[in-house]
């Protein structure tokens, strides 16, 4: 099968991993795999999820030579459409584990799935007409859950992870993802990942775009009274947060005297959250800026900042400018 063959079936419930390597060996660094397979699993769990099904994981004996790793999937909870829907998800995950970053992985599971149930029913039940309604509340749940697959970081940095854990080990050649059944009598999706295109797979940085949030009210607990790169501490949605302060106007206030804090104060601004992603693909807030003071309170009156009335002046200026106009 060429690097870009696929083939397809139906009644798998095992998910193959194979690891060809450069010469002729069955050995594979121990640390290496162990870590690949905890990325993979960390993978599997969260398609798994997205898809809203309940799965468990077992590891299954081979007798093969080569080096190659098999996991048994099933559902957590037997059901009628139990066995289409672990055939599903495991041509699923191998068709999304083997998905660049440059493709969707949506609209490829979407194919899959439709793929899959287009196929005739073959089921000795004795209410075909209710397995049949099942299968396709079953079909709308998958596709539903597929349409989510792209806006998971997790999925994007577990697979990143494995790929880049395999293209730091110069021994591997190529990686093969299969979905057979136990006996390996059938398979219902099979996909090979050469080498050279491992990079496809790889994250080369991580940006979250900065959360910005125009109406933020934070209660302050600890405010920086003189010219110092120290940062604020307020209580914001319940938590404390440490942030900085970056109103030159709203710090000028501060420095002067003329906004006086007592226990409960609270300011209205614009506010800045910076995130990253984490090895695990989970957003972390790494700080919080404040770019702008709407208004303070002063006397338990708010009081509006200068920065804050000047986009108001320059609306209302525009208004009466094409008033005239009508």
């Known amino acids: ?57 077992e590891t299954t004996p081979l007798t093969e030579k080569d ?62 007409e209710k397995l049949q309604w099942q299968m396709e509340q079953l079909k709308q749940r998958l596709l539903t859950g597929c349409a989510s697959l792209d806006d998971s970081k997790v999925i994007k940095k577990r697979r990143s992870n494995f790929f880049e854990l395999l293209s730091r080990y110069p021994r591997i050649s190529r990686v093969q993802f299969l979905a057979p059944d136990e006996d390996r009598t059938l398979i219902a999706y099979e996909k090979n990942v050469p080498r050279q295109e491992f990079e496809s797979f790889i994250l080369t940085a991580n940006p979250v775009e900065p959360e910005t949030i125009d109406e933020a009210d934070i209660e302050i607990i600890s405010p920086v009274l003189k010219k110092s790169s120290s940062k604020w501490t307020g209580l914001y ?46 957003e972390r807030v790494t700080g919080m800026v404040i770019t702008g003071v709407n208004r303070y309170f002063e006397n338990d009156l708010p009081v509006e900042t200068v920065a804050a009335r000047k986009p108001k002046k320059q609306v209302e200026t525009e208004i009466t400018q094409l008033a005239l106009f009508l």
């Open 237 to 282: 949605k319940g938590s404390t947060r440490s942030f900085t302060m970056q109103s030159k106007e709203f710090n000028k206030l501060v420095q002067s005297g003329k906004v006086q804090f007592k226990n409960g104060t609270v300011i209205n601004c614009q506010l800045s959250i910076h995130k990253k992603i984490n090895n695990e693909g989970v």
């Open 67 to 128: 080096f190659r790793r098999r996991f048994k999937v099933a559902l957590k909870k037997a059901t009628p459409t139990g066995a289409a829907a672990v055939t599903i998800i495991t041509a699923a995950l191998v068709r999304i584990i083997t998905t660049p970053l440059s493709a969707t992985a949506s609209e490829a599971t979407q194919q899959l799935v439709q793929q899959l149930f287009d196929g005739p029913l073959a089921s000795d039940a004795a209410d075909k």
């Open 1 to 57: 099968m060429s690097v870009s063959d696929e083939a397809f079936s139906t009644g798998s419930n095992c998910i193959e991993v194979a690891y060809f390597f450069e010469e002729k060996t069955h050995l594979m660094d121990a640390m290496i795999l162990n870590k690949c397979e905890y990325e993979l699993l960390a993978l599997i769990r969260e398609i798994a999820t997205r898809l809203k099904l309940r799965i468990i994981i």
